[in-house]
């Protein structure tokens, strides 16, 4: 759901003969804090786990806080971890897929490769590679250390989905220009996964030069948040 609607966003704004074509920036950072919304709406059984920057950041101040559980029943623990983040990973690649069948036509009539993988996967507008990095670090920071601060009271992923989409575009139109902000390893390379095997006419590369960038950041910036948190953030209740 969330790169369905999020990549669908891009789409709409990026490829020749759409109605929203052209809609800009705030439109797409609008339309992925809106993704997030419907996102963290139906995995709320999860705990909303759609980002593993998240899962991991959480993962850090739960097992410090000696919680040690996602969700009540689900222990935090290697197996869990890596079941979660395959199964964002996953659910990131069939958004992709699935958002591509919506814009076949679309896709086909866009001459710009560029426009087409940046349907599905972001990039920067100035390419430095470290400094991407310290980007996409410090934007999943906040992201992960705010969601740990309104949801240590034990708040309900289907209430807390409102102010984690307001996060979202806050991020995305105050940090959000250098990289584009994956701020999240899956909805990134779930997505260029999918533009790398899916048969999209005119596609070009995958730019699997720049893929760490918005794997490493938000891994980084999710686990440090996480630690952070720990003195910052006690668990309340």
Known sequence: MLTLLGCGVVANVALIKNKGFGGGFL????????????????????????????TLGQAMYQLAEGTGEYVPGIPVNVLTTITYIGAELIGAFLGAVVMWLAYRNHFNEEPDPASKLGVFSTGPAIRSYGWNLVTEVIGTFVLVFVIIAFSRGGTPAELGAIPVAFLVIA?????????????????????????????????????????????????????LAGLVAIPLLPIIG
């Open 27 to 54: 439109m797409v950072t609008i339309g992925w804090g809106f993704a997030v919304f419907a996102g963290v709406i139906v995995a709320f059984n999860s705990g909303a786990h759609l980002n593993p920057a998240v």
């Open 171 to 223: 991020i995305g139109v105050s940090l959000g220009g250098p990289t584009g902000y994956a701020i999240n390893p899956a909805r990134d390379l779930g997505p260029r996964i999918a533009h790398f095997v899916l048969p999209i006419q005119g596609k070009g590369s995958s730019d699997w030069s720049y893929s760490w960038v918005p794997v490493v950041g938000p891994v980084v910036g999710g686990i």
